[in-house]
């Protein structure tokens, strides 16, 4: 089966999942010193900006993908 849309809902569960795995995973990717600079803080600051975007997506009752996916761009 090949999944053509989704809804609001399974989008924002969708963020909900993602938001729970980059956190639960930023030391983790902090630890890689990763590339453009070597800081060990990337898994902070992407844990930080997905957090915020998601948590801009989870508060709206909108029943649009696509104005979810702006709100999120506009949260992060």
Do not use: C, Y
Not at 4 to 10: K, L, N, Q, R, V
Not at 25 to 45: I, K, M, R, Y
């Amino acid at each position: 089966m090949t999944v053509t849309e989704i809804s609001a809902t399974e989008f924002q569960n969708m963020i909900r999942a993602a938001a729970h795995r980059i956190n639960k995973n930023a030391q983790f990717v902090n630890s890689l010193n990763v590339f453009p600079v070597p800081d060990g803080d990337t898994g902070t600051n992407m844990n930080l900006t997905f957090q915020s975007g998601a948590k801009a997506v989870l508060e709206s009752d909108d029943t649009s993908v696509g104005a979810l996916r702006s709100i999120w761009v506009r949260g992060s």
